[in-house]
């Protein structure tokens, strides 16, 4: 009788550990491996034009590859990964450290839209007076915002913007059409 109970204790007890044992095997117990810190964290460029990205978290050296080298290719330098876009696209940028800590950089390559172009690039306007100035290219309807409202006021009338003076100084007016393409003028108020 004595044996049969240790037997039923010794199974219990050994029941107990195994399940503590295979419960504990659930959990993933290996630390987690920090990613390399990119900043920016993801980068647009145009074709022709490079970007660049600083690296932390890491150790030198760091290589970098493209996921997609017909769209952007990059190259690092210390801990500053430059890159260059080719031709509108995206790719992603890999980027380990000699502990093969990694990174991604998600890269957008797209033609920078043109701005809006003016008649005049710059405007010179005295104190009281108005100057008209006509976009030549764009989508209206436009907003026109002053930089410095204190020196020069700007409207849209009749699809062109009229810059008013205010007080002697130099300022500069944002143009922006139904396509969010902007420009810029130049004001000047004597």
Partial sequence: ?????????????????????????????????????????????????????????????????????????AKADKNTIT???????????????????????????????????FDKKSVSVTVGKEEAVTVKDGSAPYTATAKDTKIATATVKDGKIIIKGVKAGSTSVTVTDKNKKTGTILVTVK
């Fill in 1 to 73: 009788m004595k044996k049969v109970k240790f037997l039923k204790f010794t199974m219990a007890f050994f029941a107990c550990v195994l399940a503590v044992a295979m419960g504990s095997c659930d959990k993933n117990d290996d630390p987690k491996v920090p990613d390399l810190k990119c900043t920016p964290s993801k980068v647009e460029v145009a074709p022709g034009k490079t970007a660049t990205v600083t690296v932390s978290g890491g150790t030198a050296p760091f290589t970098v590859t493209s996921s997609n080298t017909k769209i952007a290719t």
């Fill in 83 to 117: 890159i260059t876009g080719l031709k509108d696209g995206t790719a992603t940028m890999l980027i380990s450290d000699s502990k093969k800590l990694t990174g991604k950089i998600p890269v957008v390559v797209k033609a920078a839209a043109s701005g809006l172009d």
